[in-house]
């Protein structure tokens, strides 16, 4: 089975800083694009960034630049790191694998960011 458990979501003051990890078991993970999406109470789920196969990085213009994806293909792992957090960046924050042949999608729990003084 496909498991995504992400981990380092918590409160934080504007101006700080978090780093989310995804830990992926079940599946290939070198193949998969990976990525990290955000969804507010009220609000779609949204592209927060996005790591292909082959590295290719990918960010929301929101967080372009002070936010960070990266993945260990060795530890099955991706993270976030996420600096200079603002308010508006309060949300759940979900771990994504997706890869284009077989369709595949896999979502994790989800982990609560909330920045707010």
């Known amino acids: 089975q496909v498991q995504l458990v992400e981990s380092g979501g918590g409160l934080v003051q504007p101006g700080g800083s978090l780093r989310l990890s995804c830990a992926a078991s079940?599946?290939?993970?070198?193949?998969?694009?990976m990525g990290w999406y955000r969804q507010a109470p009220g609000k779609e789920r949204e592209l927060v960034a996005g790591?292909?196969?082959?590295?290719?990085?990918n960010y929301a213009d929101s967080v372009k630049g002070r936010f960070t994806i990266s993945r260990d293909n060795a530890k099955n792992t991706v993270t976030l790191q996420m600096n200079s957090l603002k308010p508006e960046d309060t949300a759940v924050y979900y771990c994504?694998?997706?890869?284009?042949?077989?369709?595949?999608?896999?979502w994790g729990q989800g982990t609560q960011v909330t920045v707010s003084s």
């Open positions: 994504n694998a997706v890869r284009r042949v077989g369709a595949t999608n896999y």
């Open positions: 079940g599946i290939i993970f070198s193949i998969y694009a």
């Open positions: 790591i292909t196969s082959a590295g290719t990085l």
